[in-house]
């Protein structure tokens, strides 16, 4: 069932790097180590083999915008001359 509020904490809890059912672990220990598990409500973060390749699009599209905000951080500081 399509849930806009549950779908909206989902996304927040990942982009707080947080467990996705509880909220409150962390689902990384250090930068680069993924937690097999989580501690608290046992969620399995690690999937089967190729599982995180939708992440790679994922990323890929992230990384299109990168430009844009590379040259609006680089405005804010240097807007240049007024033309």
Known sequence: MFEPGRIAQSLLRGIRLRCPRCGHAPIFRGW???LARCPLCGLAFEREPGYFVGAMYVNYAA???????WLA???FFDPGEPS
Do not use: G, H, N
């Not at 990384?63 to 905000?69: D, F, I, P, Q, V």
């Open 73 to 75: 951080m680089d405005y």
């Open 32 to 34: 680069f180590v993924l």
């Open 63 to 69: 990384t299109r915008y990168s430009k844009s905000l």
